[in-house]
């Protein structure tokens, strides 16, 4: 990523006459200040996000309880959850189904939003900008969205449709297995416009300008080649970023769903893998069921951000 | 990275009156998607309470009033734990946490843009792939190492983690390598100065976005932290919490809620405002070439 970043601050060590060990010894004991620096971060890092992945790695194989000591079962833990639970089926359904639908329509809208804005005057920019990011940081507003779809003729939609007629009872919209999804993936894009959005608007404004200058005069001949041929292909690194940062979002609104729907949500029409996760671990204290759980979901973030990385180097070559 | 442009995009291409028609009709429906919600929550709080269970309800407030911010004021009153000690706890723990991470995230982030030493990119792609899985993941895991170091139910358990957020150390140090030119910091070293001085006196004033842009995630992602599963004692939670907690009470409650919601929201919008253009400038160089 910085190859040529870092700056060789002391005479460095000659390489030569030396087994590879030896030489990283001398850059590390020539280095010293880099560690210390590095250090609080670091063992912190290990601590709350490593060493949490490892010990469920670990976990995942035991029969563990948080009461006994763990005794190890091989992948008896995963046979269950493939075979025996039904649930868990339903909740890699729905996960699927969250992410898929989710993860791509908020990294296209956050990109389009982006792009529309980019020749907008800045005062306009910074206000429309605000607009469009204000849910995603507004911690638990989206439960606005639970009372305008109140289940009694109060709500605003339910009170509007009965004015007009189109339905004669209230629909129970988080309440009705037909409606949790669509309603749950609608309020999740709601606010799905974060930190790819803002890293795509700086990307758009970061472009130089003569890559345009010299594109009309190659024969670009409307917006849609401008951005096709120029614009996305430049900003590539922001394009990578966002699809990270969207992805890893996709699969964590089990928030959204628990908080307009309950948990459990009616006929588990809307259980992820969060939510499974949660009641195996955080109910039951189920850690060595809970922890394979947490290897699967890991494994598909890791794996979805993998494959979406190798799909976007391949744009604008 | 080259400044960023503010004066309006040069058009030298014909833009046709159609795409433009066309994208500002789609930009208009997307808006009007995200900001009517925003709207139906304000306009809620204002409302009177016959105006809150009216058939057929409005969405718009028509004679406003303040008795639900009152309502909710008086609500705060009579909750068992005083109302301040939520207030401070949120307050405390957001302060201390940022502060936290802003030191140990740009210290390591300056290891990392610019000494070369062995593990250095390593550590670095480390942190950068933990960007690709959300930290619910590790919830449960996380309950028994800090049950290891006895921090459940003490502030250290929401400080502490905080100290280490990827997404920060990474911003930062991605910063660093466009803005901290490395010619300013091998003279720094040829002046005498340590690893240490030329990091708090010659690279953190110039990577001041990075570091607005670090306060305003951990802020907000402490600010808005409502229950959670380290804290048991009353005593020790979240504003953000109580105030869901007496809002949420029965149906009665709904403009206070609706109150509480617009009251939650105005601080993490606000500072949003306020250093909007520096977040921009340091996303520019957040991009993930391989």
Redo the contacts between chains.
């Keep these: 990523?910085?190859k040529n970043?870092?700056?060789?601050?002391?005479k460095a060590v000659s390489r030569k006459d030396m087994t590879w060990a030896q030489w990283?010894w001398k850059?590390?004991k020539r280095?010293k200040?880099?560690?210390v620096?590095?250090a609080?971060?670091?063992i912190?890092?290990t601590?709350?996000?490593?060493?949490?992945?490892v010990?469920?790695i670990f976990?995942s194989f035991t029969d563990f309880n948080?009461l006994q000591t763990p005794n190890w079962v091989g992948i008896e833990n995963y046979i269950r959850l493939f075979l025996d639970d039904d649930i868990f089926m339903i909740a890699i359904q729905n996960t699927f189904i969250f992410a898929v639908i989710v993860g791509p329509v908020s990294y296209l809208?956050s990109l389009?939003?982006a792009w529309?804005?980019?020749?907008l005057?800045?005062k306009i920019r910074?206000i429309?900008?605000?607009?469009?990011?204000?849910?995603s940081?507004?911690?638990?507003?989206?439960?606005?969205?639970g009372?305008?779809f109140s289940s009694d003729?109060?709500?605003?939609v339910n009170?509007?449709l009965?004015?007009l007629g189109l339905i004669t009872s209230e629909i129970k919209f988080f309440q009705n297995a037909n409606w949790v999804m669509p309603l749950c993936i609608v309020v999740a894009l709601?606010t799905s416009?974060g930190?790819s959005f803002?890293?795509f608007?700086?990307?758009l404004?970061?472009i130089?300008?003569s890559y345009?200058?010299a594109g009309?005069v190659d024969g670009?001949?409307?917006?849609?080649q401008?951005l096709w041929y120029i614009t996305l292909p430049s900003?590539?690194?922001?394009l990578?970023?966002g699809a990270?940062?969207s992805?890893?979002?996709s699969?964590?609104f089990?928030g959204v769903v628990t908080n307009l729907c309950g948990f459990p949500s009616v006929d588990y029409a809307a259980h992820t893998i969060?939510h499974h996760?949660?009641d195996y671990?955080?109910a039951r204290y189920e850690?060595g069921y809970?922890?394979a759980i947490?290897v699967i979901?890991?494994g598909i973030?890791?794996g979805s951000?993998?494959l979406v990385k190798k799909v976007l180097s391949k744009v604008g070559q | 990275m080259a400044k960023l442009r503010t004066r309006r995009h040069k058009v030298i291409l014909s833009r046709s009156a159609g795409g433009d028609a066309g994208i500002t009709f789609m930009l208009v429906i997307l808006g009007i998607f995200m900001i009517l919600p925003m709207v139906y929550a304000i306009s809620q709080s204002f409302k009177p309470l016959d105006e809150l269970w009216m058939f057929p309800p409005r969405f718009f407030v028509k004679s406003p009033t303040l008795s639900n911010y009152s309502d909710l004021f008086k609500l705060m009153d009579i909750s068992w734990v005083p109302f301040s000690r939520y207030i401070f706890n949120t307050v405390f723990v957001s302060i201390a946490g940022t502060a936290g991470n802003l030191f140990v995230s740009s210290l390591a982030a300056y290891a990392m843009a610019k000494i070369k030493f062995p593990g250095g990119r390593v550590m670095f792609k480390t942190v950068r792939t933990s960007l690709m899985f959300h930290s619910t993941v590790t919830a449960i895991t996380n309950f028994i190492i800090m049950k290891t170091f006895h921090m459940i139910d003490t502030y250290f358990a929401l400080i502490v983690p905080a100290f280490c957020t990827s997404l920060g150390l990474y911003l930062m140090k991605q910063f660093m390598d466009t803005n901290v030119p490395h010619d300013i910091v091998e003279s720094a070293h040829l002046d005498g100065a340590s690893e240490f001085k030329t990091f708090w006196v010659i690279a953190m004033p110039m990577v001041k976005p990075a570091w607005l842009t670090l306060i305003i995630y951990s802020f907000q992602g402490l600010w808005n932290a409502g229950a959670s599963v380290y804290i048991h004692s009353e005593q020790l939670k979240s504003f953000n919490y109580a105030i869901r907690q007496i809002a949420a009470g029965g149906i009665k409650r709904a403009g206070a809620n609706a109150a509480a919601m617009v009251i939650m929201m105005l601080v993490p919008i606000s500072v949003f405002v306020i250093t909007q253009s520096n977040i921009i400038e340091t996303m520019g160089s957040s991009g993930m070439k391989d």
């Excluded at chain 1, 529309?116 to 020749?119: G, L, P, S, V």
């Excluded at chain 1, 429309?128 to 849910?135: D, G, I, S």
Aim: hydrophobic letters at 50%; a negative charge; zero cysteines.
């Design positions: 990523m910085s970043t870092a700056v060789e601050t002391k990283t850059e590390m280095n200040v880099a560690y620096m590095v609080p971060f670091m912190l890092f601590l709350f996000t490593v060493a949490p992945v010990l469920s976990f948080l809208m389009l939003v529309f804005i980019n020749e005057s800045p910074a429309v900008t605000l607009v469009f990011y204000a849910p940081i507004s911690g638990e507003i989206y439960t606005i969205w009372t305008l003729s109060q709500g605003w009170g509007k009965l004015e709601w416009l930190t803002l890293s608007i700086a990307g404004q970061g130089n300008q345009y200058e009309a670009i001949k409307n917006r849609w401008e900003m590539k690194p922001q990578m970023f990270i940062m992805i890893t979002s699969f964590g089990g969060m996760l949660d671990g955080g850690v809970s922890s947490a979901l890991f973030m890791i951000n993998i």
